[in-house]
């Protein structure tokens, strides 16, 4: 059985900041996922499944909200290992989510035990069970995206720390961009295939850049001048820690590479100022701080910069295949 379609990322309308962030993560998963919040019905779900065919199509699993530690790190068969002298391993969620994005509904709700296990996980990206002195290790090396709803409760400054970017949603677009959200919804809802036949090439256009972006991250050095105002910045803001440093630095060299460039500029550097810091800020948590996000495409000289592309439709209406054209009315005018 196919799995249904999903609504392409390229499509989505505004979130700009977000899709940004999420594309940083997918350049260089090392940066430590992404925090999502705002309140329900803003489309985290759907900005955070369309991260994973830029990753190459990997898989999207979903962390079940009652999910016990067992489930999430997979089980040792004890009997198997002591009759046939090796661990039998069942996997679990971290194992299945390999190479993809694993995707944690209200986070936190969950346990603060089983999210920091999680978050272990997440950095070393190797996964080790351990059962009465037999153990098991595997690879589980994914692109992290937690989300929240602030009114729900908040997660410890400690964990909020954890997750290497931290992204606000807001709850009140404007009436013309509330229209265009619920018109492309309603267009992928009537007709899947043609919707997303007719934002392909976009859709390939983005996940070919995330991929070059990739291959030139290493060729992008890690220089003392982007350090310098990192750390300063860090130092003026009274981050505890070094996490914030690290992960700023990492996310500006992925913002480097994903304008094409060979060096980390200033430029770099403030575009994911507030991603590294939102949640960080000493005495402020993560849903009292207010958001302000990077640039996003507004203006010309963002145009230029390669991030206003997010909103631009494909050249050519819907591919051959599809059942129908998308309606006028679900394009943008």
């Known amino acids: 059985m196919s799995e249904p379609l999903q609504f392409p990322l390229a499509a989505v309308v505004g979130a700009g900041a977000l899709k940004l962030a999420l594309c940083l993560t997918a350049i260089d998963p090392r940066i430590g996922g992404v925090l999502i919040e705002g309140p329900r019905g803003m489309a985290k779900s759907t900005l955070a499944r369309g991260l994973a065919d830029l990753l190459g199509n990997g898989p999207f699993v979903t962390l079940p909200l009652g999910a016990t530690e067992e489930r999430l790190v997979g089980t040792l068969d004890l009997d198997a290992a002591l009759g046939q002298g090796k661990a039998q391993f069942s996997p679990g969620v971290l194992a299945l989510a390999d190479g993809g994005v694993l995707y944690v509904d209200e986070v936190n709700l969950l346990p603060d035990p089983l999210v920091d ?10 996964n080790r069970i351990e059962r009465d002195g037999i153990s098991h290790r ?3 090396r994914f692109v992290l995206i937690g989300t929240m709803n602030p009114e729900e409760g908040e997660l410890r400054p400690q964990l909020l720390d954890r997750f290497g970017l931290n992204v606000a949603l807001e709850g ?10 619920i018109r492309r919804r309603l267009a992928f809802d009537s007709d899947p295939a043609g919707f997303c ?4 090439e976009a859709q390939a256009r983005l996940r070919e850049r995330c991929q070059a972006a990739r291959l030139r991250l290493e060729q ?17 803001e009274g981050v505890d820690g070094m996490r914030a440093d690290l992960v700023w630095l990492r996310a500006a060299r992925a913002h480097a590479a994903w304008r094409g460039a060979d060096s980390i500029d200033q430029a770099d550097v403030d575009a994911v100022a507030e991603f590294a810091l939102r949640h960080r800020r000493q005495g402020t948590s993560a849903a009292s701080t207010p958001d302000e996000p990077p640039a996003t495409g ?15 439709l494909p050249p050519r209406p819907v591919t051959a295949g599809a059942r129908r054209e998308v309606p006028n009315w679900a394009k943008k005018p």
């Open 197 to 200: 036949g007719h934002w392909a």
């Open 220 to 236: 992008i050095p890690l220089d003392d001048q982007a350090l310098a105002a990192i750390t300063e910045r860090c130092f003026a």
């Open 138 to 140: 595997h690879s589980a």
């Open 172 to 181: 009140q677009p404007p009436p013309e961009q509330r229209q265009q959200i």
């Open 298 to 312: 507004n203006t010309a000289q963002e145009q230029q910069d390669g991030q206003g592309e997010w909103g631009a």
């Open 117 to 126: 296990l999680l978050l272990d996980v997440a950095a070393s990206g190797t």
